[in-house]
């Protein structure tokens, strides 16, 4: 039996404009069991409503987080009927805990400082600057003072640039020791002498064999691409080419990070991999249950138990 529960979730500060999360729960009951998914909607992807119809008639071919979510809720009853954390359902060796990045979403200066300093505290090794503005060089170079030489730092432009300044800002900014960039310009063409390494994100979901093409990394997130299994079928297809692999949520609540967190866990029983972007609960204020995933030390456990894990 399917329930499908509609939600809305607010940010505690808006990130490029979104300032709430809303989307479907999809609840399915067998016996005793509780398989559980969410369709977390992405604006300009599907709209709620096409997400809800495609849930309510099973035609989710162009709906991907809803078929997302009533993908995922069949995992978690299947991992549970096995009894195996959905991560070991999609690799057997996988382990249980995942190093996360702490993405950073301060719009000042000093905010960002404080916020850069507090992630290296809380553990994190890796944290993420969204750049593309006038004054990237000067916020990076806080948040590098600020966590210090041993901490990862990652940039997203978001594909703010076009080539010729990607490249330029990109040469800027090398001297900060940075990790990658994510999506410096919307195809990541003409990159080729780029100092930093360059991740595929946005594009992966149009256009994955152009993004294995031209990036060294390339960014999964399980809700832009209709489940954990398109992703997973991406991610061994990027690894068998020598690519590297990083899973992030889409904003998602704690059902969508979970599936996020078993997906990266399955990812790295092939290889170690650059620190997973499952660090998005704290941006919100309110959420689906508690976060049995939340990272600690900078680290995601995924709870050794059937399934999801959550409670
Ligand atoms: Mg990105």
Redesign the pocket.
């Known amino acids: 039996m399917m329930q499908i529960e509609p939600y809305r979730l607010r940010l505690r500060q808006p990130i490029r404009e979104i300032e709430e999360r809303r989307g479907f729960v999809v609840l399915l009951r067998e016996g005793d069991l509780l398989g559980r998914g969410e369709a977390c909607i992405l604006p300009g992807t599907e709209s709620l409503e096409e997400a809800e119809v495609a849930l309510r008639t099973g035609r989710l071919d162009r709906a991907p987080a809803a078929r997302h979510a009533l993908e995922l809720a069949q995992l978690d009853l299947q991992a549970q009927r096995k009894g195996v954390p959905l991560a070991r359902l999609l690799d057997p060796r996988a382990p249980l805990e995942v190093p996360s990045s702490a993405l950073l979403v301060a719009r000042t200066v000093p905010e960002l400082a404080r916020e850069a300093r507090q992630a290296a505290a809380d553990g994190f090794r890796t944290v993420k600057l969204k750049v593309g503005g006038d004054d990237d060089f000067a916020l990076a170079a806080v948040v590098r003072d600020a966590v210090g030489p041993e901490v990862a730092l990652r940039l997203?432009a978001?594909g703010a640039w076009d080539a010729t300044l990607a490249l330029e800002r990109l040469s800027e900014l090398a001297p900060l020791d940075i990790e990658l960039c994510?999506?410096p310009t919307p195809d990541l063409l003409g990159l080729e002498s780029s100092p930093i390494p360059i991740a595929a994100?946005?594009m992966v979901a149009r256009d994955p064999a152009a993004a294995m093409e031209h990036a060294q990394i390339i960014?999964l997130k399980p809700m832009l691409l209709g489940g954990v299994l398109a992703a997973w079928e991406l991610a061994q297809r990027a690894m068998q080419r020598g690519l590297r692999v990083i899973v992030t949520t889409a904003l998602d609540g704690a059902i969508g990070r979970a599936a996020a967190a078993h997906l990266a866990a399955a990812v790295l029983a092939h290889g170690p991999q650059p620190a997973a972007g499952l660090a998005t609960g704290r941006l919100l204020i309110d959420d689906l249950c508690p976060d049995a995933l939340a990272p600690r030390d900078g680290i995601v456990r995924i709870p050794d138990v059937p399934g999801l894990g959550l409670s």
């Open positions: 997203d978001n994510e999506q994100d946005e960014v």
